[in-house]
């Protein structure tokens, strides 16, 4: 299972626009230049994180994109699900109650534990990071 550059890529522009929430929009070509990431890609990865009310955008001379929440309410897991339509390490899979395999829960839990974690670690979170772990889980 890979997250692609598009999951990986929209989180950066997340977090740019995380650290100046609150002031002026964020340019594309200025976090296209920070990262060296195409800003003909990032201006196609912004379109769903838009429609996904995650971003807003602004017009004009003072233009650019800014969050359109808080950073403490905006989770992970909206990210990846606006960009990617969800992370599942089995493509597609239900199991139904009438057949499937019993080593087919080892698929589910693992899916509820990917998606319980980017549930759990938000934009503010992950600015935090920098000076303690986003996660404390003991492995």
């Not at 920070?34 to 003072?62: C, D, M, N, Q, W």
Request: hydrophobic letters at 35%; charged letters at 25%.
């Amino acid at each position: 299972m890979l997250i692609s550059t598009r999951s990986r890529y929209g989180l950066k522009v997340m977090y740019e626009l995380a650290l100046k929430f609150g002031g002026e929009p964020v340019l594309l070509n200025e976090v296209a230049r920070k990262y060296r990431i195409s800003e003909k890609y990032l201006s196609k990865i912004v379109i769903p994180l838009r429609g996904a009310g995650l971003i807003t955008s602004f017009r004009g001379a003072h233009g650019g994109y800014a969050l359109a929440r808080n950073p403490d309410t905006i989770t992970l897991r909206e990210i990846v699900q606006a960009l990617e339509g969800g992370v599942s390490p089995t493509s597609g899979f239900r199991r139904s109650p009438t057949d499937g395999h019993p080593t087919e829960d080892v698929w589910l839990t693992l899916e509820k534990t990917i998606n319980d974690t980017l549930e759990n670690v938000t934009l503010d979170s992950v600015m935090r990071s920098s000076h303690e772990p986003v996660l404390n889980y003991q492995i």
